[in-house]
T-cell receptor
Framework: SAVISQKPSRDICQRGTSLTIQCQVDSQVTMMFWYRQQPGQSLTLIATANQGSEATYESGFVIDKFPISRPNLTFSTLTVSNMSPEDSSIYLCSVVHRGRGEKLFFGSGTQLSVL | RKEVEQDPGPFNVPEGATVAFNCTYSNSASQSFFWYRQDCRKEPKLLMS???SGNEDGRFTAQLNRASQYISLLIRDSKLSDSATYLCVVNVRGTDKLIFGTGTRLQVFP
Protein backbone atom coordinates (compact mmCIF):
# COMPACT_ATOMS: atom_id res chain seq x y z
CA SER A 1 0.00 0.00 0.00
CA ALA A 2 1.03 3.63 -0.36
CA VAL A 3 2.76 5.08 2.68
CA ILE A 4 0.87 8.10 3.95
CA SER A 5 2.12 10.05 6.92
CA GLN A 6 -0.46 12.18 8.63
CA LYS A 7 0.08 14.45 11.57
CA PRO A 8 -0.79 15.29 14.22
CA SER A 9 -2.29 11.97 15.20
CA ARG A 10 -4.46 13.69 17.78
CA ASP A 11 -5.04 17.07 19.30
CA ILE A 12 -7.25 18.76 21.82
CA CYS A 13 -8.11 22.32 20.86
CA GLN A 14 -10.00 25.24 22.25
CA ARG A 15 -13.12 26.61 20.64
CA GLY A 16 -12.39 29.35 18.12
CA THR A 17 -8.87 28.22 17.27
CA SER A 18 -7.64 26.54 14.09
CA LEU A 19 -5.70 23.35 13.46
CA THR A 20 -3.73 22.40 10.38
CA ILE A 21 -3.37 18.73 9.52
CA GLN A 22 -0.55 17.60 7.25
CA CYS A 23 -0.48 14.67 4.88
CA GLN A 24 2.69 13.42 3.19
CA VAL A 25 2.71 10.60 0.63
CA ASP A 26 5.73 8.51 -0.31
CA SER A 27 5.12 8.91 -4.03
CA GLN A 28 3.53 11.36 -6.43
CA VAL A 29 -0.23 11.08 -6.64
CA THR A 30 -2.71 13.08 -8.67
CA MET A 31 -5.69 12.90 -6.37
CA MET A 32 -5.69 13.47 -2.63
CA PHE A 33 -8.85 13.45 -0.60
CA TRP A 34 -9.82 14.64 2.85
CA TYR A 35 -12.48 12.75 4.78
CA ARG A 36 -14.16 13.29 8.11
CA GLN A 37 -15.46 10.53 10.35
CA GLN A 38 -17.65 11.75 13.17
CA PRO A 39 -18.16 9.55 16.21
CA GLY A 40 -20.13 6.44 15.32
CA GLN A 41 -20.48 7.53 11.70
CA SER A 42 -18.96 6.49 8.44
CA LEU A 43 -16.60 8.54 6.34
CA THR A 44 -17.76 11.71 4.63
CA LEU A 45 -15.73 13.32 1.87
CA ILE A 46 -14.83 16.93 2.65
CA ALA A 47 -12.94 17.85 -0.49
CA THR A 48 -10.61 16.75 -3.23
CA ALA A 49 -7.21 18.42 -3.12
CA ASN A 50 -6.00 19.19 -6.61
CA GLN A 51 -2.41 20.09 -7.33
CA GLY A 52 -2.12 23.49 -8.97
CA SER A 53 -5.74 24.49 -8.52
CA GLU A 54 -8.29 25.10 -5.81
CA ALA A 55 -9.72 22.19 -3.91
CA THR A 56 -13.13 20.86 -4.88
CA TYR A 57 -15.51 20.85 -1.91
CA GLU A 58 -18.45 18.59 -1.32
CA SER A 59 -21.87 19.82 -0.38
CA GLY A 60 -21.89 21.13 3.18
CA PHE A 61 -18.21 22.00 3.26
CA VAL A 62 -16.73 25.40 2.40
CA ILE A 63 -13.26 26.73 1.81
CA ASP A 64 -13.45 29.32 4.58
CA LYS A 65 -14.02 26.60 7.15
CA PHE A 66 -11.73 23.95 5.67
CA PRO A 67 -8.99 25.61 3.63
CA ILE A 68 -6.80 23.12 1.81
CA SER A 69 -3.37 23.47 0.31
CA ARG A 70 -1.76 21.18 -2.28
CA PRO A 71 1.62 22.64 -3.13
CA ASN A 72 2.93 19.52 -4.88
CA LEU A 73 2.06 15.96 -5.79
CA THR A 74 3.15 14.44 -2.47
CA PHE A 75 1.79 16.84 0.14
CA SER A 76 -1.44 18.45 1.30
CA THR A 77 -2.79 20.24 4.34
CA LEU A 78 -6.29 20.63 5.71
CA THR A 79 -7.06 23.41 8.18
CA VAL A 80 -10.07 23.23 10.45
CA SER A 81 -10.83 26.88 11.15
CA ASN A 82 -12.65 28.60 13.98
CA MET A 83 -13.33 25.27 15.61
CA SER A 84 -16.39 24.37 17.62
CA PRO A 85 -17.18 21.16 19.54
CA GLU A 86 -19.14 19.95 16.48
CA ASP A 87 -15.83 19.69 14.62
CA SER A 88 -14.65 16.97 16.98
CA SER A 89 -14.01 14.11 14.64
CA ILE A 90 -11.39 11.98 12.97
CA TYR A 91 -9.94 13.58 9.86
CA LEU A 92 -8.35 11.33 7.28
CA CYS A 93 -6.35 12.06 4.19
CA SER A 94 -6.37 9.52 1.41
CA VAL A 95 -4.96 8.94 -2.02
CA VAL A 96 -5.81 6.92 -5.06
CA HIS A 97 -2.64 5.26 -6.18
CA ARG A 98 -3.08 4.30 -9.80
CA GLY A 99 0.11 2.36 -9.85
CA ARG A 100 -1.29 -0.01 -7.26
CA GLY A 101 -4.60 -1.00 -8.75
CA GLU A 102 -6.35 2.35 -8.27
CA LYS A 103 -7.12 1.59 -4.68
CA LEU A 104 -7.80 4.17 -2.03
CA PHE A 105 -5.27 4.30 0.79
CA PHE A 106 -5.64 6.24 4.02
CA GLY A 107 -3.40 8.06 6.38
CA SER A 108 -3.62 7.02 10.02
CA GLY A 109 -6.00 9.87 10.81
CA THR A 110 -6.11 12.84 13.15
CA GLN A 111 -8.32 12.54 16.19
CA LEU A 112 -9.53 16.05 16.94
CA SER A 113 -11.34 17.03 20.13
CA VAL A 114 -12.63 20.57 20.51
CA LEU A 115 -13.46 21.81 23.99
CA ARG B 1 -32.24 7.19 1.01
CA LYS B 2 -28.53 6.78 1.69
CA GLU B 3 -26.30 6.10 -1.28
CA VAL B 4 -24.78 3.06 0.37
CA GLU B 5 -26.68 1.19 3.05
CA GLN B 6 -25.48 -1.45 5.45
CA ASP B 7 -26.89 -3.19 8.48
CA PRO B 8 -24.92 -1.58 11.33
CA GLY B 9 -24.97 -4.73 13.44
CA PRO B 10 -23.33 -5.60 15.70
CA PHE B 11 -22.99 -9.18 14.59
CA ASN B 12 -21.81 -11.27 17.52
CA VAL B 13 -20.58 -14.67 16.37
CA PRO B 14 -18.48 -17.44 17.91
CA GLU B 15 -15.10 -18.40 16.56
CA GLY B 16 -15.40 -20.69 13.58
CA ALA B 17 -18.79 -19.36 12.50
CA THR B 18 -19.67 -18.17 9.04
CA VAL B 19 -21.09 -14.69 8.81
CA ALA B 20 -22.40 -12.65 5.87
CA PHE B 21 -22.78 -8.91 5.46
CA ASN B 22 -24.96 -7.22 2.91
CA CYS B 23 -24.81 -3.82 1.30
CA THR B 24 -27.05 -2.03 -1.18
CA TYR B 25 -26.23 1.00 -3.28
CA SER B 26 -28.60 3.42 -4.94
CA ASN B 27 -26.61 4.81 -7.88
CA SER B 28 -26.84 2.54 -10.90
CA ALA B 29 -23.77 4.30 -12.37
CA SER B 30 -21.60 2.81 -9.66
CA GLN B 31 -18.76 0.92 -11.24
CA SER B 32 -16.25 -0.14 -8.60
CA PHE B 33 -16.94 -1.81 -5.30
CA PHE B 34 -14.82 -2.55 -2.29
CA TRP B 35 -14.92 -3.86 1.22
CA TYR B 36 -12.78 -2.02 3.74
CA ARG B 37 -12.03 -3.07 7.27
CA GLN B 38 -11.73 -0.54 10.09
CA ASP B 39 -10.44 -1.42 13.51
CA CYS B 40 -11.39 0.72 16.47
CA ARG B 41 -9.65 4.12 16.33
CA LYS B 42 -7.75 3.15 13.20
CA GLU B 43 -7.95 4.16 9.57
CA PRO B 44 -9.90 2.01 7.09
CA LYS B 45 -7.85 -0.55 5.21
CA LEU B 46 -8.76 -2.21 1.96
CA LEU B 47 -9.94 -5.77 2.50
CA MET B 48 -10.85 -6.66 -1.05
CA SER B 49 -12.31 -5.40 -4.28
CA UNK B 50 -15.60 -6.84 -5.47
CA UNK B 51 -15.91 -8.11 -9.03
CA UNK B 52 -19.01 -9.03 -10.99
CA SER B 53 -17.90 -12.62 -11.22
CA GLY B 54 -17.41 -12.81 -7.48
CA ASN B 55 -14.04 -13.23 -5.88
CA GLU B 56 -12.48 -15.05 -3.02
CA ASP B 57 -9.48 -14.32 -0.84
CA GLY B 58 -8.85 -17.05 1.67
CA ARG B 59 -11.76 -17.10 4.11
CA PHE B 60 -13.37 -14.06 2.51
CA THR B 61 -15.76 -14.13 -0.44
CA ALA B 62 -17.27 -11.08 -2.07
CA GLN B 63 -20.21 -11.06 -4.44
CA LEU B 64 -21.79 -8.37 -6.60
CA ASN B 65 -25.28 -8.35 -8.06
CA ARG B 66 -25.56 -5.36 -10.39
CA ALA B 67 -29.21 -6.00 -11.24
CA SER B 68 -30.19 -5.78 -7.59
CA GLN B 69 -27.47 -3.24 -6.72
CA TYR B 70 -26.34 -5.47 -3.93
CA ILE B 71 -22.93 -6.47 -2.57
CA SER B 72 -22.10 -9.12 -0.03
CA LEU B 73 -19.15 -10.25 2.04
CA LEU B 74 -18.93 -13.76 3.46
CA ILE B 75 -16.43 -14.63 6.16
CA ARG B 76 -15.87 -18.31 6.86
CA ASP B 77 -14.25 -19.82 9.94
CA SER B 78 -14.32 -16.53 11.84
CA LYS B 79 -11.30 -15.62 13.93
CA LEU B 80 -11.13 -13.36 16.94
CA SER B 81 -8.95 -11.08 14.85
CA ASP B 82 -11.81 -10.58 12.39
CA SER B 83 -13.55 -8.37 14.96
CA ALA B 84 -13.81 -4.97 13.30
CA THR B 85 -16.18 -2.75 11.35
CA TYR B 86 -16.61 -3.67 7.70
CA LEU B 87 -17.28 -0.81 5.33
CA CYS B 88 -18.99 -1.23 1.98
CA VAL B 89 -17.54 1.27 -0.49
CA VAL B 90 -18.74 2.29 -3.93
CA ASN B 91 -17.17 4.37 -6.69
CA VAL B 92 -19.36 6.13 -9.23
CA ARG B 93 -18.34 5.99 -12.86
CA GLY B 94 -16.54 9.10 -14.03
CA THR B 95 -15.40 10.22 -10.60
CA ASP B 96 -12.62 9.32 -8.23
CA LYS B 97 -14.87 9.71 -5.22
CA LEU B 98 -15.69 6.80 -3.01
CA ILE B 99 -18.96 6.62 -1.12
CA PHE B 100 -18.80 4.79 2.19
CA GLY B 101 -21.51 2.88 3.93
CA THR B 102 -21.90 3.34 7.66
CA GLY B 103 -20.26 -0.01 8.30
CA THR B 104 -21.24 -3.30 9.88
CA ARG B 105 -19.65 -4.12 13.18
CA LEU B 106 -18.51 -7.69 13.75
CA GLN B 107 -17.56 -9.10 17.13
CA VAL B 108 -16.16 -12.62 17.21
CA PHE B 109 -16.12 -14.22 20.63
CA PRO B 110 -14.24 -17.29 21.93
Amino acid sequence: SAVISQKPSRDICQRGTSLTIQCQVDSQVTMMFWYRQQPGQSLTLIATANQGSEATYESGFVIDKFPISRPNLTFSTLTVSNMSPEDSSIYLCSVVHRGRGEKLFFGSGTQLSVL
Amino acid sequence: RKEVEQDPGPFNVPEGATVAFNCTYSNSASQSFFWYRQDCRKEPKLLMSVYSSGNEDGRFTAQLNRASQYISLLIRDSKLSDSATYLCVVNVRGTDKLIFGTGTRLQVFP
